[in-house]
């Protein structure tokens, strides 16, 4: 393993965040899952390459509306990359759909829909739906129908026992709120994030609470896999925490590329083996002993009392009314979620106006 990326593929799994069909076939070998959104979508449609992509979409589904031809879009740049990748190509639903059961829901079959035209099976895709109340009973729904959810847009431990129930196959919790990105004063830099990001803290957290609820029923529980991060040292950081995946944007993957694999806090060499991922919360282990305080401790909390929300509350009655309720008393998941859907919404509005404006150009 002469690379960080290496090491950390033995670690846990390795995911692209990226469209780029480039991007995962540089890497040292093959990534798991590929990961997108409204941002991630949105620029890999206006690449040139794509060009003919693009158009082709827009002259079959123009009379459909630009969603469809949105959602064509993204499934036609999900099939360019299917044969890089080991697992799932991951879409997510409208933002402008959070907080409605039914569109969701719909949403997702419709990407259903046109991920099975261009080939790819149910089993090689996963729908990213937002941490709400109202999106998580649309997870359930989805659940049953066999198509696979990821838990997105999620800051807190009671937004994690929502995607259990509601029978997410993932959860990403994002390391960095969104803001972080454009604004390093929201970024809560370290030289050891494991230890000391804010984050980490709600993150070891989780994943205990997954590790109880397996324990306690022997059902399935959501893989961790984490997102939004700015730093090599995050990325490490979860090898060490022992999350399941990461997913990584394309600067951060070079630069784990094209590192070294030298001792740090987070990069625990030699090692630890990764869990075996066809049943990671069986193949669990005891939280290491260096982290073995960093979930007793919520720097996100103001006062925080060491009480985590009861995995006994049903998150999804009265359609999500207690998970709305956790997410109100929470002012940084209210807040982080928030401009999460905001930022979503604003790369679709303008995948919109691309969109028409292509739609009435070929109408002449």
């Known amino acids: 393993m002469s690379t960080l990326i290496e090491?950390?593929?033995?670690?846990?799994?390795?995911?692209?965040?990226?469209?780029?069909?480039?991007?995962?076939?540089?890497?040292?070998?093959?990534?798991?899952?590929?990961?997108?959104?409204?941002?991630?979508v949105n620029r890999q449609m206006q690449v040139p390459e794509n060009r003919e992509l693009f158009l082709s979409a827009v002259n079959e589904y123009g009379d459909k509306g630009w969603e469809a031809v949105l959602d064509r879009i993204s499934a036609l740049l999900c099939?360019?990359?299917?044969?890089?990748?080991?697992?799932?190509?991951?879409?997510?639903?409208?933002?402008?759909?959070?907080?409605?059961?039914?569109?969701?829901?719909?949403?997702?079959?419709?990407?259903?829909?046109?991920?099975?035209?261009?080939?790819?099976?149910?089993?090689?895709?996963?729908?990213?739906?937002?941490?709400?109340?109202?999106a998580m009973n649309a997870g359930r729904i989805l659940f049953k129908e066999g198509i696979r959810t990821l838990g997105t847009s999620l800051f807190s431990v009671a937004q994690a026992i929502a995607s259990s129930q509601a029978g997410c196959l993932y959860i990403s919790p994002y390391y960095n709120e969104f803001l972080a990105h454009a604004n390093h004063k929201f970024w809560p830099k370290s030289d050891d994030p494991a230890i000391e990001h804010t984050m980490s803290?709600?993150?070891?957290?989780?994943?205990?609470?997954?590790?109880?609820?397996?324990?306690?029923?022997?059902?399935?529980?959501?893989?961790?896999k984490v997102a939004s991060f700015i730093s090599v040292e995050e990325v490490m950081a979860c090898g060490e925490m022992e999350m399941h995946s990461v997913t990584i944007s394309a600067?951060?993957?070079?630069?784990?590329?094209?590192?070294?694999?030298?001792?740090?806090?987070?990069?625990r060499i030699p090692g630890v083996p990764k869990v075996?991922?066809?049943?990671?919360?069986?193949?669990?282990?005891?939280?290491?002993?260096?982290l073995a305080r960093v979930s007793e401790t919520d720097p996100l909390t103001a006062n925080w009392d060491g009480t985590l929300p009861s995995t006994d509350i049903d998150y999804l009655a009265d359609n999500g009314a207690e998970l709305t309720k956790a997410i109100e008393a929470d002012?940084?998941?209210?807040?982080?979620?928030?401009?999460?859907?905001?930022?979503?919404?604003?790369?679709?509005?303008?995948?919109?106006?691309?969109?028409?404006?292509?739609?009435?150009?070929?109408?002449g």
């Not at 995911?15 to 798991?32: E, G, I, L, Q, Y």
């Not at 803290?201 to 399935?220: I, N």
């Not at 075996?276 to 290491?288: C, E, G, K, S, V």
């Open 79 to 134: 099939a360019a990359n299917i044969d890089n990748i080991q697992g799932r190509v991951l879409l997510q639903t409208s933002p402008f759909h959070a907080y409605d059961t039914q569109k969701v829901v719909d949403h997702a079959r419709r990407f259903a829909t046109e991920l099975e035209r261009v080939g790819i099976s149910k089993d090689r895709f996963c729908i990213k739906i937002p941490a709400t109340g109202p």
């Open 276 to 290: 075996d991922m066809r049943n990671p919360y069986a193949d669990a282990r005891p939280t290491p002993a260096r």
């Open 201 to 224: 803290h709600r993150m070891m957290q989780m994943l205990e609470t997954y590790k109880r609820l397996y324990k306690k029923t022997g059902q399935e529980q959501p893989m961790i």
């Open 331 to 363: 002012p940084t998941t209210k807040q982080r979620l928030y401009d999460a859907l905001e930022a979503f919404k604003n790369e679709e509005l303008i995948s919109k106006a691309i969109i028409e404006k292509a739609i009435a150009d070929l109408k």
């Open 7 to 40: 090491l950390l593929e033995s670690q846990l799994n390795v995911d692209v965040d990226s469209m780029d069909p480039n991007v995962a076939k540089r890497m040292p070998f093959t990534p798991h899952d590929m990961t997108s959104n409204q941002t991630v």
């Open 251 to 267: 600067p951060v993957l070079a630069d784990l590329c094209g590192m070294p694999a030298v001792p740090s806090p987070s990069t």
